[in-house]
């Protein structure tokens, strides 16, 4: 920070004194230099609040070494983390909560919801890398909720600038959890454009099921990949679950039709079958009118082209 040579920069430089305490957690310390300044103001509101919030922390974290180790224990920690906390202070505390799940048995299955986990600390905190890699190992664990976890990681990706393996963990998020997806915290543009722009379409779903659609207006926008991969490790085996899923109605329609796009598409371009893709084609617009729509301008192209048999 530039200082200016012709003013008091004492309260500038003993407040960045008290900040670097606060890091370290040395909240006596810093308390004693607020004790300090307002022996010279008083009145000082701002240092005033400041060590009211402090000492306030001070009393907490002392309850909290006493209290019996836990997830429990740290859980109660973060609940007090407010935007009012001295971002030193919040930043030192997030740390404490990290180190602190590290020692506890399989870290990486410590959820509490809605967001108190290893993975969101660190997103938190602007650790990035390692808030993806927590993720990834919760997910690998076989932790609940995973639409929330696969978003999590989406935008760890998305703060690391890996746009692509980004948009992989949404599209996986919105597939496999919609409603489980974190939005009021998802760190996404493209996945809130997307979004805006379906809930500006006119179609004949309800708002509930926008987030279900996510994956294939994410596809005809060009946003998300269409993986055919297991497709072509094995069409038969594929083929049959998608059928059941149809037939169960054991998902939500979005789900087999996203399914039923992705055969289509694997039987346009990658393994040819007219007569196979003229009934997929004619159960997806059977399905939802709207989006067949879309999925035939799509494929057709900006120009148009020759008509589709359906």
Same mark, same amino acid.
């Given at each position: 920070?530039?200082?200016?040579?012709?003013?008091?920069?004492?309260?500038?430089?003993?407040?960045?004194? %008290?900040?670097?305490?606060?890091?370290?957690?040395?909240?006596?310390?810093?308390?004693?230099?607020?004790?300090?300044?307002?022996?010279?103001?008083?009145?000082?509101? #701002?240092?005033?609040?400041?060590?009211?919030?402090?000492?306030?922390?001070?009393?907490?974290? !002392?309850?909290?070494?006493?209290?019996?180790?836990?997830?429990?224990?740290?859980?109660?920690?973060?609940?007090?983390?407010?935007?009012?906390?001295?971002?030193?202070?919040?930043?030192?505390?997030?740390?404490?909560?990290?180190?602190?799940?590290?020692?506890?048995? !399989?870290?990486?299955?410590?959820?509490?919801?809605?967001?108190?986990?290893?993975?969101?600390?660190?997103?938190?905190?602007?650790?990035?890398?390692?808030? #993806?890699?927590?993720?990834?190992?919760?997910?690998?664990?076989?932790?609940?909720?995973?639409?929330?976890?696969?978003?999590?990681?989406?935008? %760890?990706?998305?703060?690391?600038?890996?746009?692509?393996?980004?948009?992989?963990?949404?599209?996986?998020?919105?597939?496999?959890?919609?409603?489980?997806?974190?939005?009021?915290?998802?760190? !996404?543009?493209?996945?809130?454009?997307?979004?805006?722009?379906?809930?500006?379409?006119?179609?004949?779903?309800?708002?509930?099921?926008?987030?279900?659609?996510?994956?294939?207006?994410?596809?005809?926008?060009?946003?998300?990949?269409?993986?055919?991969?297991?497709?072509?490790?094995?069409? %038969?085996?594929?083929?049959?679950?998608?059928? %059941?899923?149809?037939?169960?109605? !054991?998902?939500?329609?979005?789900?087999?039709?996203? #399914?039923?796009?992705?055969?289509?598409?694997?039987?346009?371009?990658?393994?040819?079958?007219?007569?196979?893709?003229?009934?997929?084609?004619?159960?997806?617009?059977?399905?939802?009118?709207?989006?067949?729509?879309?999925?035939?301008?799509?494929?057709?192209?900006?120009?148009?082209?020759?008509?589709?048999?359906?």
């Amino acid at each position: 920070m530039q200082l200016d040579l012709f003013c008091d920069n004492r309260r500038t430089i003993r407040l960045n004194d %008290a900040g670097e305490l606060l890091r370290a957690l040395r909240l006596e310390e810093a308390l004693a230099v607020f004790g300090e300044l307002l022996a010279e103001a008083p009145e000082d509101t #701002e240092l005033l609040a400041l060590q009211g919030l402090v000492a306030a922390w001070r009393e907490r974290l !002392s309850r909290f070494h006493a209290a019996p180790a836990g997830s429990e224990r740290l859980h109660d920690l973060w609940r007090e983390l407010t935007p009012q906390t001295p971002s030193p202070l919040a930043a030192a505390l997030r740390a404490l909560l990290v180190d602190e799940l590290r020692q506890l048995p !399989s870290p990486e299955l410590i959820y509490i919801p809605p967001r108190f986990h290893i993975g969101t600390l660190l997103l938190a905190a602007g650790r990035f890398a390692e808030a #993806e890699h927590w993720c990834a190992r919760a997910l690998g664990a076989g932790i609940g909720e995973r639409g929330r976890f696969l978003g999590w990681r989406g935008d %760890a990706l998305t703060r690391l600038n890996d746009p692509d393996r980004a948009k992989e963990a949404y599209l996986a998020a919105f597939l496999e959890g919609p409603h489980e997806v974190d939005l009021e915290s998802l760190q !996404s543009p493209l996945i809130h454009d997307l979004l805006g722009s379906l809930e500006s379409e006119e179609h004949d779903f309800g708002e509930t099921d926008l987030l279900a659609w996510l994956p294939v207006w994410g596809w005809l926008r060009g946003a998300f990949g269409l993986p055919l991969q297991t497709l072509m490790a094995d069409r %038969a085996v594929y083929v049959d679950a998608l059928e %059941a899923a149809h037939t169960s109605r !054991s998902l939500p329609m979005p789900r087999p039709w996203f #399914e039923d796009m992705r055969y289509a598409e694997y039987l346009r371009t990658t393994f040819r079958d007219d007569r196979e893709l003229v009934r997929v084609r004619r159960r997806m617009r059977q399905l939802n009118g709207f989006m067949f729509e879309q999925y035939l301008e799509k494929i057709r192209g900006p120009e148009g082209g020759p008509a589709v048999r359906t």
